[in-house]
């Protein structure tokens, strides 16, 4: 279980996020939404050991892991994907997967091994000599979702892993999203895919301006006017039920 | 007590050629974000193309330095253009490499065309050495020095009270808010590269009727141009005058105290330890100028 | 652990055509001592301890991109420790070398260790670390304890491989270089193969981030392999003292020495196996080349480094990675891939279907 409390975090003078509480349960999936800018990311960076927040505290299963660096936090089991794939063009696939496997494999063949197990479920082996720049952009956010999976992760945290991806490719990560519920993960998924969202999150968190301004069901934080606000621009009509992010502007 | 005056001098006259140096790798490092580390070569280039045109007299001599400079600024032009440019978005490594590779280059061909070591010209000015109060300042280390000052004097005015300064500075602030405007950034870019070069190649002729020249001089005076840029901080043009002028000082007052190897070395120790502890210390500007270039490819922090 | 048929890697054109090149030349290099008279064994030494050299280098610098010139320290500690030890101290030359190799890996990694610690980047590790080695050149050049400015120069008697010293025959030397360079191309082939450490450098070289968010130990796997890398260029040091027996500061602790060591792992490939090697083994030859033009053996080395010079500035400005990298994309070419094409990349997906933003 991801309990974050209170965590804030500005960049100079600008508050990205204050105050921000929220527990992800073990074999469940929390959506974490919220409009461009929200400090979604920021949050994942937090979690992740890439950012230090200025203040609150992250706990792992009741151990505070709170500023901890990135590498301590993997090996204590917290993932994640990036949602930016960085400088990684030259990197192999297949070697991707397998250096992450390292958490769990004890040497050369089992890490290979459960690399290559980690890309057939996800349907990359095909791609497995090829090098992240020469692959399909998406692809490397399916790549990174292997990567966080191979690891046998306690939390696993998805930043828009969907985006981009064909329909074929968003039905086959829901599946292994599911599964990896089924596993005993806890599981945060930022997504603006609200087929995705529909079809996984048991629990939703809406985050704005750095604040958590409503959580709850998919139902209930679409009710909720604030959220209807803060995705459209404007106070809720009288329709009763929004589609949430269907207007999200597509990014810039 | 004479003694130290003497040095104190000397030192703070070559200080002035060590800032005119250094000025020019300043405008090249924090202004284009390139790292030249054939900074010094182009101060051999100076001192090379002074010594081949032989000049006898005063105005000879500087009409061979105006030359020199401007044969300087031509290669650094060209090799801004041809070489350095089509890296620069892709920052550090290429650049590095290219130039260190470049001055390498430069030393050696000027080791097979001038294999003597220590060459040097006659004093060319018209009088011969100034003693007052004890302290005795050759006519061309005086010269030198004094001219190094002016011209440092002309460089600042000219970055800091010109239209062309202010679209250097401009770039130098934020590249894209100059793009924006409407500036040339790779002519700007290719002037100030020709700039920075051709400053180093009139100190080199200032400096060759004091300093016989060898291939191998190259090296030494681009650890001295960064360490110069590097300690003076990329603040303002200023802390690089500071820095060339406390360079100076330091190295003639330490050679009372030490052997001339063994204060070098206490240098570049003493700059290795500056790089180590306090790179963004010194130097805050050119740190976080010289960082975009490269985390803009790595993002990862999404 | 069952056996398999080894052949089995041999499964593209490119490995199995790069397996022949490699038996051929290591046959070639097994009996080129036999072909030719003395002075050219000399020549084949002076090859192997380049490509040593620049082999060792592109450890850090090519595959963590820790662009150093601290080898230098490193090629001079290794040439120091003999010509102290042994030459003066008559220790024995293979103990003299373990010690140059251990003290070299111990300033390498607590360079990087600092250098990442603070945060340096790229420019200010070249920077720092020729800084260090010319001030290290100074502290030799003042200190009689190396040798000043005279330098320190061989006395001894012995002779074999057990002092790693052969007077007339330079073949000594000559397999000495190559069993190290076998032993240690093999070593760190294997390191980076099948070790999570050596796997881990290329992630550290492109993103740090990442690496670490991969669970690497980016400092510390940064510092590991500086000093395995500084540690082993220290042999290369001290096969060439004990091959001219004198060593001053400006015949080992030169920053020529370190320019070589990176331009000539870039020119080979950096962060390829065979690139430093095979760039080594060239710029040898090509020194060979020019001497046969009857060259004055001082201008040799001129124009040798202004080849080195502009073959890197060609290599770089022209945006290729290397020898290495354009060798492999000749034989694929001439011999195809040898892998099924992978499936065309799949057509864009239909925004509004499974992305809500597309507007
Ligand atoms: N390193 C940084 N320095 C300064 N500001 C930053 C930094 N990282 C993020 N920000 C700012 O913080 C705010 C939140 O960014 P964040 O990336 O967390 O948003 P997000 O919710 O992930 O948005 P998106 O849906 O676009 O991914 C933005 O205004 C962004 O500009
Ligand atoms: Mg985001």
Not at chain 1, 37 to 59: E, F, M, Y
Not at chain 2, 21 to 32: A, P, Q
Not at chain 2, 191 to 198: D, E, I, R, S, V
Request: charged share 10%; aromatic share 8%.
């Amino acid at each position: 279980m991801l309990t974050v409390a209170n965590v804030a975090k500005s960049f100079g003078g600008l508050h990205v996020l204050h105050d921000v509480n929220f527990t992800a349960e073990s074999a469940s999936i929390t959506a974490l939404i919220g409009p461009n800018g929200a400090g979604k990311s920021t949050l994942v960076n937090i979690i992740g050991g890439v950012l230090r927040p200025d203040g609150g505290t992250v706990h792992l299963d009741g151990e505070d892991v709170t500023g901890v660096p990135s590498a301590t936090a993997f090996a204590k089991g917290i993932t994640r994907t990036f949602q930016i794939s960085g400088n990684v063009g030259a990197l192999n696939v297949f070697e991707s997967v397998a250096v992450a496997a390292y958490r769990q494999a004890r040497g050369y063949r089992e890490a290979n091994a459960l690399a290559r197990a980690e890309l057939e479920r996800f349907e990359l082996w095909e791609y497995r000599d090829q090098q992240l720049g020469s692959i399909p952009t998406a692809l490397t956010r399916l790549v990174d979702f292997a990567r966080a999976m191979v690891s046998r992760p306690k939390v696993l945290l998805l930043d828009e892993v969907m985006a981009g991806l064909t329909p074929h490719e968003v039905d086959l990560v829901i599946r292994q999203v599911g599964t990896c519920r089924e596993q005993g993960v806890a599981i945060v998924m930022i997504e603006h895919v609200m087929q995705a969202v529909e079809a996984l999150a048991d629990h939703v968190v809406v985050l704005n301006q750095g604040q958590v301004i409503a959580s709850g069901s998919l139902g209930d934080v679409s009710r909720n006017a604030e959220v209807v606000e803060a995705y459209l621009g404007t106070p809720p009509s009288e329709r009763d039920e929004v589609r949430v992010p269907a207007d999200n502007p597509a990014k810039g | 007590m004479s003694t130290v005056l003497q040095l104190a001098s000397t030192g703070l006259l070559q200080g002035l050629i060590y800032s005119l140096i250094g000025i020019g790798l300043y405008l090249v490092f924090t202004v284009m974000r390139v790292v030249n580390f054939a900074h010094g070569y182009f101060v051999l280039i100076g001192m090379y193309g002074v010594l081949s045109l032989e000049p006898k007299g005063f105005f000879p001599f500087l009409g061979a330095v105006v030359v020199a400079a401007l044969g300087g600024a031509l290669v650094g032009y060209l090799v801004q253009r041809l070489l350095l440019e089509s890296g620069l978005a892709k920052g550090g490594h290429s650049q590095l490499v290219i130039t260190l590779s470049l001055g390498i280059a430069i030393q050696y061909l000027f080791q097979v065309l001038h294999p003597e070591p220590f060459e040097t010209i006659p004093n060319p000015y018209p009088f011969e050495a100034f003693t007052s109060s004890g302290v005795t300042i050759s006519a061309p280390r005086m010269a030198a020095g004094v001219l190094s000052l002016v011209l440092v004097l002309a460089v600042s005015f000219l970055v800091y009270r010109t239209r062309i300064g202010t679209i250097i500075r401009g770039c130098s602030e934020s590249l894209n808010g100059a793009i924006h405007v409407g500036i040339n950034v790779r002519r700007v870019y290719r002037l100030t590269f020709a700039l920075g070069c051709g400053l180093a190649a009139v100190a080199g002729g200032l400096l060759l009727p004091i300093q016989p020249v060898s291939p191998a001089l190259g090296l030494e005076l681009t650890i001295k141009a960064f360490i110069v840029v590097v300690i003076g901080g990329a603040g303002s043009l200023w802390g690089t005058v500071a820095a060339g002028v406390l360079l100076g000082l330091a190295e003639a007052l330490g050679s009372l105290y030490a052997p001339g190897t063994f204060a070098t070395a206490l240098v570049y120790g003493l700059f290795f330890l500056v790089i180590l502890v306090r790179p963004q210390g010194l130097v805050v500007r050119a740190a976080s100028r010289i960082k975009p270039a490269e985390t803009s490819t790595k993002v990862g922090v999404g | 652990m069952t056996l398999r048929n080894p052949l089995r890697y041999l499964d593209t054109p490119l490995r199995r055509v790069n397996a022949v090149v490699v038996t051929v030349a290591l046959l070639f290099a097994l009996v080129y001592p036999y072909l030719v008279p003395p002075p050219m064994v000399g020549v084949g030494f002076v090859a192997l301890l380049y490509a040593l050299r620049n082999f060792t280098w592109n450890i850090a610098g090519g595959y963590v991109g820790q662009l150093s010139l601290s080898h230098i320290v490193a090629f001079g500690t290794g040439a120091f420790s003999v010509a102290v030890l042994t030459w003066r101290h008559e220790v024995n030359a293979w103990i003299a070398l373990v010690v140059g190799v251990l003290i070299s890996a111990v300033v390498g990694f607590l360079i990087s260790l600092l250098m990442s610690r603070f945060g340096v980047n790229a420019f200010f590790l070249a920077l720092g670390t020729l800084a260090l080695s010319l001030a290290a050149a100074g502290v030799a050049a003042s200190w009689t304890f190396l040798g000043d400015t005279n330098g320190i120069s061989y006395s001894g008697s012995e002779e074999g491989f057990a002092h790693l010293m052969w007077y007339i025959d330079p073949s000594g030397f000559y397999y000495t270089t190559l069993g190290f360079l076998v032993v240690i191309t093999i070593g760190i082939a294997a390191l980076m193969r099948f070790t999570h450490f050596g796997r881990s450098l290329p992630f550290i070289r492109e993103d740090p981030v990442i690496a670490a968010s991969m669970g690497i130990k980016v400092v510390r796997n940064q510092a590991l392999a500086m000093a395995l890398s500084m540690g082993l260029t220290s042999i290369a040091g001290t096969l060439i003292a004990q091959y001219v027996q004198i060593v001053s500061y400006e015949s080992v602790l030169t920053v020529e020495i370190g320019v070589a060591m990176m331009v000539g792992s870039i020119i080979g490939g950096a962060g390829t196996l065979a690139g430093p090697i095979v760039a080594g083994i060239g710029i040898a030859v090509l020194e060979e080349f020019l001497r046969s033009f009857a060259v004055s053996s001082a201008n040799v080395s001129s124009y040798t480094q202004i080849a080195y010079a502009v073959v890197v500035i060609l290599l770089l400005r022209f945006g290729t990675g290397g020898i290495m990298p354009l060798w492999e994309a000749g034989v694929r070419r001439v011999f195809g891939t040898g892998r099924k094409p992978v499936a065309p990349a799949a057509a864009e997906p239909v925004g509004e279907l499974v992305d809500g933003r597309v507007g």
